[in-house]
């Protein structure tokens, strides 16, 4: 018997050292190939930054970069002199943007006050996802809505010529940055420890009281953090500006005036350029000072968020 | 008197909060009323399935619902897996390194990137580089790249909810770590990964920007043949009809229906999602 077994064992042991080793192999293939895959998430982000920087290179060698960032006036298909300034569209942008986060921002904080405060938890699990459908409108029903609703409702209001213009923009813009502010925020007071709002109760504050001076401030990284990130939502936000602020291309005056921003120049001007001509490349260099804007914003956001964790975990 | 006034204060400042509650919720009602009421009335059998006649003011949209769903299932095929993946690597492999922290950090950084400027990438990468031309493969490739940190975030989100004990008891068999995620931590994760997988791609359903450039077309009364041809898409429709046609006033109630069928369209894939996770609760909440 034993004399019959001894090589079969033996071969059994090398096969289980042979499938080990086979294993380890494949054990190794998989985590590789997992990373090689993060690591495509990483150069996608390197990727979108060196291509628009690339493309806008050329742009520069036609036009002077002081020229690019200080005059306002853009003109592509000058009769004499074509004209890329893009001052007037980051100054559209801006404006639509803060007049978005003006009536965003309270807006927002109230309602995630609200449902941390005042809604019980019924009324908060029913809540929630009736506001996320608000995130889930698409931008170009939005901006529909801008035309054919807002539209008419601002020219009626304040007796203007017509009612596609920032002030449009900016309202739809604070409805698309509602839900980012709304949750993120939310979040944020939930995270506040249960012990400060019982110390602040003890000491005979009520409930407002402990809102407003203990919950949220205690909170505060969150919520700003919240904010930055709608506003860096409505600074890329695309459809609805180009369907509802009227698209001039002038310097803008007031919150009623047509404005044209960064990204509804390129929305409207890359599909009808020549490839590879200077308004071409001229357009991802709108393209780069857009994302460069975005990204400075939600690092911001980012690295305020990332404080408030750690003040968490202390 | 302080009392008071502190009492009169707290009243003051709860019904702003609840004003503002009301606010939003108005707002979603208004959009939600406006759009079905006005939608409709033009909403039919024929609108649904029927091709765009006399340039788009009478017919369907049947080749626009038919290129929105060809181009997120694009869509779908490149974010869903590649999504999994990183998030796999994320939750179970990654250990808390630099490089860890880099991934993470461009993740939440692609998430903020407008949809405008993916659109400028889907140009040069797809469209030029690549050879693609403008068409469904890369308008959905350049989706797919827009919704990746969603199905990320959401895969990694699903995986973090599988229980320690679920890995440390395939551990004790002896299981190698692939095999204890494939076996054990994937399909407990799966449905939430589903869920997070379809909330991401209906979203990416309606983006406009990124396929104004790489493959949407203004009116095309036909089907697309092959990932090589352009199509028309829901999003992309209602923008030509609200703001570039040019008989503006007249296919306006078609605008509203496009709008209408767009909604129900990512509304109705919430749902399933919504129904997924809800399932899913159900059934962790017995095992438990």
């Known amino acids: 018997m034993s004399i019959g077994t001894f090589p079969v064992d033996i071969i059994k042991s090398r096969m289980v050292v042979h499938c080990m080793k086979a294993y380890k192999i494949k054990e190794e293939a998989i985590k590789l190939f997992l990373l090689i895959c993060s690591i495509t998430v990483v150069m996608l982000l390197f990727g979108i930054f060196l291509l628009l920087l690339l493309k806008t290179i050329p742009a520069f ?124 925020s939310e979040d944020a007071l939930n995270s506040v420890p249960k012990s400060f709002g019982e110390a602040s109760y003890a000491l005979g504050a009520n409930r407002w009281q402990t809102l407003v001076r203990i919950k949220i401030p205690a909170a505060l990284s969150g919520i700003i953090a919240s904010c930055m990130l709608g506003m860096g939502r409505a600074i890329g936000e695309t459809m609805t ?6 698209c001039a291309t002038a310097m803008p005056h007031s919150f009623f005036d047509p404005v044209r921003t960064m990204t509804s120049a390129i929305a409207i001007e890359l599909g009808e350029v020549a490839f590879d001509s200077t308004h071409y490349y001229a357009l991802f260099a709108v393209g780069l000072v857009l994302f460069l804007m975005t990204f400075a914003v939600n690092m911001a956001s980012d690295v305020i968020l990332n404080k408030y964790q750690l003040m968490e975990r202390k | 008197m302080k009392l008071q006034k502190n009492k009169i204060l707290q009243a003051v400042g709860f019904s702003f909060l ?39 003011t009478e017919g369907g949209i049947m080749p626009a619902i038919a290129g929105t769903i060809l181009v997120t299932f694009i869509t779908a095929v490149l974010a869903v897996p590649l999504g999994c993946f990183v998030a796999i690597y994320l939750n179970e492999y990654a250990k808390d390194t630099k490089l860890t ?135 992309y429709h209602l923008y030509i009809l609200a703001t570039q046609h040019h008989a503006i006033g007249q296919v306006r109630p078609l605008a509203y229906a496009t709008a209408l069928v767009l909604l129900a369209l990512i509304f109705s894939m919430n749902f399933i999602a919504i129904i997924i996770r809800y399932r899913i609760r159900k059934k962790t909440m017995l095992v438990h």
């Open chain 1, 61 to 184: 060698k036609e036009i002077s970069i002081k020229e690019f960032f200080t005059t306002p006036l853009w003109n592509p298909a000058g009769y004499y002199k074509e004209q890329y300034g893009i001052l007037a569209m980051v100054v559209s942008t801006l404006m639509v943007t803060a007049g978005a986060m003006i009536i965003a921002v309270p807006l927002g904080i109230g309602t995630a006050a609200y449902l941390n405060e005042i809604a019980n938890h019924k009324v908060r699990e029913i809540l929630k996802p009736i506001i996320e459908i608000l995130a889930g409108i698409p931008s170009v029903v939005i901006g529909f809505l801008g035309i054919v609703l807002l539209g008419p409702i601002i020219t009626k209001v304040f007796g203007v010529k017509s009612g596609l213009n920032a002030l449009n923009g900016s309202i739809l813009l604070a409805v698309m940055a509602l839900p980012t502010i709304i949750s993120i």
């Open chain 1, 241 to 246: 500006v180009l369907m509802a602020t009227g």
């Open chain 2, 18 to 56: 609840t004003l503002c509650i009301l606010i939003v919720l108005t707002i979603l009602c208004v959009i939600l009323f406006d759009i079905t009421a006005k939608g409709i009335k033009s909403v039919s059998w024929s609108f649904l399935t029927e091709m765009p006649r006399k340039g788009m």
């Open chain 2, 101 to 235: 922290r880099l991934i993470r950090l461009t993740i939440r950084n692609l998430s903020g990137v407008p949809s405008i400027v993916y659109g400028l990438f889907g140009v040069v990468l797809f469209v030029q580089s690549l050879k693609f031309g403008t068409c469904l493969l890369s308008a959905g490739l350049t989706l797919g790249l827009l919704t990746l940190p969603w199905t990320i975030t959401a895969s990694e989100e699903a995986l973090k909810t599988v229980p320690k004990s679920y890995r440390e008891g395939a551990y004790a068999l002896g299981a190698t770590k692939w095999q204890v995620i494939r076996t054990n931590v994937l399909p407990y994760a799966f449905g939430g990964i589903l869920t997070g997988a379809i909330l991401g791609v209906a979203r990416a359903a309606g983006e406009t920007a990124p396929i104004l450039f790489t493959g949407a077309a203004f009116y095309l009364p036909f089907l697309p043949e092959s990932g090589f041809d352009q199509f028309m898409a829901l999003p």
